[in-house]
């Protein structure tokens, strides 16, 4: 049976290290669909309904702002659980992006 998109996004999203965050078009890419960060965003938007549980707190914008922040619980949690594995968020934007940085292509 072919894996749907958000089966193959939340795959990649269970692969992402804990203290490192990769980018919905960084997800894209991996996937083929270099085109496609806004489907991977819808995806993430569905990412409560993931079985096992992925770290959506992970995936970010390319320029490393929380923009999927209101699809927690409370609006802070994002940061909360960003800040608990070491990665520092100011202004919902993580500081020093590049260092925490996972890209898919290359470290799968």
Known sequence: MEQSFYDQVFEVVRLIPKGRV???GA???SLGAGGS??????AMSNAPLAHPPIPAHRVVNSAGLLTGKFHFKTPD?????LEKEGIMVKGDKIQ???KYFWDPLIEI
Do not use: D, H, P
């Not at 960060?37 to 819808?42: C, D, H, I």
């Not at 949690?77 to 659980?81: D, G, I, R, S, Y």
């Open 37 to 42: 960060a806004r489907m991977v965003g819808y």
């Open 22 to 24: 990769t980018s919905y």
């Open 96 to 98: 020093n992006f590049k």
């Open 27 to 29: 997800i894209a890419k």
């Open 77 to 81: 949690l994002m940061q909360e659980l």
